[in-house]
């Protein structure tokens, strides 16, 4: 079971960190970065699936499609790294 997770520089957040418990709840105004963490999990998923090894992240795939990597940046400032 996954028990925390830590991120940086991906969409709207600069930085996360979130403990899940058994049953978690991700409550929010729209816009937030909700299904931002969603799609965090899921872009990691899908890396890990990936048949081609040479790719870091796999950003369109089976799970999410989500452009290239300015679209996902936090800012879009191609100068940062997205770090988990």
């Known amino acids: 079971m996954l028990k925390s997770m830590r991120f940086s520089n991906f969409k709207?957040?600069?930085?996360?960190?979130?403990?899940?418990?058994?049953?978690?709840?991700l409550f929010g105004t729209n816009s937030s970065g909700k299904t931002s963490i969603l799609q965090f999990l899921l872009l990691?998923?899908?890396?890990?699936e990936a048949t081609d090894?040479?790719?870091?992240l796999g950003l369109n795939g089976t799970y999410v499609n989500l452009?290239?990597?300015?679209?996902?940046?936090?800012?879009?400032?191609?100068?940062q790294d997205i770090s988990w």
């Open 53 to 56: 090894r040479g790719i870091t």
């Open 44 to 48: 990691l998923k899908q890396t890990k």
């Open 67 to 79: 452009g290239v990597f300015k679209d996902v940046i936090h800012k879009h400032d191609e100068k």
């Open 12 to 25: 709207t957040w600069s930085k996360a960190e979130i403990a899940f418990g058994q049953i978690t709840g």
